[in-house]
C-alpha cells in the first residue's frame, strides 16, 4: 500500500531516524551493501534453480533477474535524498524496516521475472514464480505498516512502494502471457499506469496544465483485487478460459477508473462540475447498488440449474461452493463468499470447461468481489475495513 510520510501515532521509545548512524556510515556506503545482498541472493537462488531444473538455462534467468534487480537498484540510487521524512528534514541515513522489506519485495519481483527470459518453467520450478510474485505481495501488506511504527515513514519508501506496485502488476501480467494463463491483450491493463505517467510527464513538458485527483474509497480496494487476480493467475490451478472471464470483470474497472482520472488531471472534467457529480450518481446508483442486487437474484438460479444439470463440481470442493452462494445470496461476508465461490466454480470449469452456467457464476462472483453486494446485504464488516484508507493516488 501506499507509504504516507507523516510520523506514526506511537514511534518505538527512543528510536530517532535522523541520528547519525554508528561509525559514519552513509546511506550510498548501505547502498552498495544493498547490491551485495541482491547479488548473494540472485546466486543462491539460481544454486537452487541449477539444482531443481535445466543447468543451462539457470545463467539465462539470473541475467534476465539481475537486469530487474540492476533497475529497481538504480532507481533507489538516483532518488535516495528522498530519504527523508519531508522535503524540508534531515536526510535518514539508514533505509529503515520499512524500506527494507520494500527492496526485498522487489528481489522477489526481480527473481519472478528471470522467468519471462526462459521457457516457460516445468516441474518443481512452475511453482516459483507465483511464489515469488504472492510473497512481495504479502510483504506489501506490511512495509508502510513497519515503516511508520518504527518512525521510518520517508518519501524515498512512499515512492519505491508506489513504483513497485506498477512493476509488479506489469510482470505478473507478462508471467501470466507466458505461462499460457492469460491472453496477451491483458498486457495493455499493465500499461495503463506507465501511459498515464508518461502521459502527465507530457502535459507538463507542453506547459499544459494538469489537476488535482479526488480523494478515491475504490482505488486501494481496485489495486488490492488486481494484485490478488495475478497472483491467482500464475497459480496453475484455475484455466485460461476462467481466468480471462475472471480478468475481464475484475481489470475492466480499473481501466475505466485511469480513462476517468485522464480526464480529471487533463481538466476535461471537473470534480466539483455537473459532468463528474452524473458520472460518479451513475456509478453509485448503477454499478455500486444495482448490478450487485440484479447478480444476487440470477446466481442462485444459475447455482441451481448447475447444480441439477450437472451434480455441481466435486465433492472435495462443494462445500466452499454453497458456502460461497448463500454467503452472496443473503450479504453476508460477500466478498469473502465470492472468494470461495471463484475457487470452486474455478475448478470445476478447469476440469470440465466453461459453460453458460458456470459462467454466469464466475462472472458474478467475481463482480461482487469488486462492487460488493450492495444494499439489502445482512453483514459486511470488510466493507468498513477496505474502504477505511483514503487514498488519493493512483
Sequence with gaps: GVRHSYPPTSPVRGLNPERPS????????????????????????????????????????????????GGILAFARLHLDENRRTPSSPRIERFGP?????????????????????????????????????????????????????????????????????????????????????????????????LFAVGLWWRRRQGLPTFELPPSRHRKLLAGIQMGFLSAALWPVLGPQALTLIGVCVLLPTVVGFGRDWLVVSGRIVPSGRAYELLDRWNDTVVVKGLPLLLRLLMPAAFVSLWLYDPLLESAVILF?????????????????????????GVHAAIHGLDPLTSILLAGASSILVFGTGPASLWKPEEAYILSDVDAGV
Design 98 to 194: 520499512g524500506n527494507a522489506v520494500t527492496l526485498a519485495r522487489g528481489l522477489a519481483l526481480a527473481m519472478a521475472a528471470g522467468f519471462l527470459f526462459v521457457p516457460a518453467p516445468e516441474g518443481i520450478l512452475r511453482w516459483a514464480p507465483p511464489i515469488l510474485y504472492t510473497t512481495a505481495i504479502v510483504a506489501d501488506l506490511f512495509d508502510g505498516v513497519l515503516a511508520r511504527r518504527a518512525n521510518f515513514a520517508t518519501l524515498l519508501g512512499a515512492r519505491l512502494d508506489i513504483e513497485l506496485d506498477g512493476l509488479g502488476v506489469l510482470l505478473a501480467l507478462l508471467l501470466a502471457v507466458h505461462l499460457g494463463q492469460l491472453s496477451p491483450w491483458f498486457i495493455a491493463v499493465g500499461l495503463a499506469r506507465p
Design 321 to 345: 461452493a454453497m458456502m460461497g452462494m448463500a454467503s452472496i445470496a443473503v450479504g453476508v461476508l460477500g466478498r469473502v463468499g465470492a472468494i470461495l465461490l471463484i475457487i470452486a466454480v
Design 22 to 69: 554508528k561509525r559514519g556510515a552513509t546511506l550510498e556506503s548501505r547502498w552498495w551493501t544493498l547490491v551485495g545482498a541482491f547479488a548473494a541472493s540472485l546466486a543462491v537462488a539460481a544454486l537452487f534453480a541449477s539444482l531443481a531444473g535445466n543447468p543451462g538455462r539457470v545463467v539465462t534467468w539470473m541475467a534476465g533477474a539481475a537486469l530487474v534487480a
